[in-house]
């Protein structure tokens, strides 16, 4: 069967799944904020490049002030702190009894459900590498996790129906009846891609310093501390075992998912964070005011400190505010003493 769907956001997330799935007979239509990027699609179709793949596939693009229509499948893939105004943008082009997919990092789930409504609402998680490389053109680096759930945990035919839409993308593709423990273990695990960003180490690199072993028990065992006061066990993915920073693990433990962590990224091309291509390269803004400071808030109402990521994020601002360089010492400055 042919799905009709509207991908907003054409970036890393958003190009490479709409891509393979247009590849596959799906109908694919893009909207992007930026007119250059929507242009070399309409005109040359989105290109994947990098060592799985290397096709383009023609599909329509539209900048959101273009688009005419409605769909009753919206996958949303928008950077973290742009999704309230993207959800107000594209609730008109939403089918009465159509659904928003988020494909974003952060948990989105409940700021796209208090716009469009909880039951229009779908989950997702994902973990594969790409980035934005030029306009019309996504580097596809590596294959990762990829899971779908309703916010409610339900197994409903919707979701039964995008998982087989979604395995032409990513063959590995679960269903999970807890999506938000996912979530909460990308939040984990992304507080260790955010310090990466503060220095020039690609990602591997950067998680195989010995010397940072406790940087990445503190970032990652603070946001475990707050999802289970949440009430949410978070789960693993790809070498990154969130049970290995949880209180009572042991250096080994954590030192065995670190281990693991190298191992799944050393191969990947992309070497670097989209974090750290937000900062070196692209110049802008990151999302770590609704990716990560949100853990120190719902922790601070559980009276529960969160002194490292507190220190990330401050620090995550001085460089974006071009205060503070990014070189390798920060993350001997975040890990304290």
């Known amino acids: 069967m042919t799905d009709r769907i509207l991908i907003w956001g054409a970036g890393a997330i958003g190009g490479t799944i709409g891509a393979y799935l247009g590849r596959h007979g799906h109908d694919i239509t893009y909207v992007d904020t930026a007119a250059d990027h929507v242009e070399a699609i309409r005109a040359h179709g989105l290109r994947i490049t990098g060592p799985i793949a290397s096709f383009a596939v023609p599909a329509p693009a539209f900048t959101p002030a273009e688009l005419v229509g409605t769909w009753d499948q919206i996958w949303l893939a928008v950077k973290a702190h742009h999704t309230e105004e993207a959800c107000h943008a594209l609730a008109p082009h939403l089918t009465e009894n159509g659904f928003v997919l988020s494909l974003q990092n952060g948990m989105c789930e409940n700021l796209i459900a208090g716009i469009v409504g909880r039951p229009r609402t779908i989950g997702a998680f994902v973990n594969f590498s790409a980035d934005y490389m030029a306009p019309g053109e996504i580097m596809f680096g590596g ?7 309703e916010l409610d945990g339900a197994d409903t035919a919707r979701l039964r129906h995008l998982h087989a839409t979604l395995l032409a993308f990513e063959p590995a593709a679960i269903m999970t009846d807890d999506i938000w423990s996912y979530l909460w273990g990308k939040l984990g695990y992304g507080a260790m ?5 503060t220095g020039q180490l690609g990602i591997a690199d950067c998680l195989a310093r010995p010397e940072l072993l406790p940087l990445w028990r503190g970032l990652a065992g603070e946001a475990f501390r707050v999802a289970v006061a949440q009430g949410v066990t978070p789960r693993g993915f790809n070498g990154f075992d969130p049970a290995a920073f949880a209180p009572g693990a042991t250096q080994a433990q954590a ?18 964070s989209g974090v ?16 990560i400071a949100p853990i120190s808030t719902i922790g601070a109402g559980h009276g529960i400190a969160t002194p490292t990521i507190d220190r990330l994020v401050a620090m995550i601002h001085e460089i974006e505010a071009g205060i503070r360089p990014m070189t390798d010492d920060n993350l001997l400055e975040l890990k304290g003493s």
């Open 143 to 149: 294959r990762g996790a990829v899971v779908l759930g």
């Open 193 to 197: 891609l955010f310090a990466q960003a």
């Open 255 to 272: 030192a065995a998912s670190v281990a693991a962590m190298v191992a799944f990224n050393r191969p990947n091309a992309k070497t670097h």
């Open 276 to 291: 750290w291509r937000d900062l070196a390269v692209r110049r802008r803004r990151t999302e770590i005011d609704v990716q």
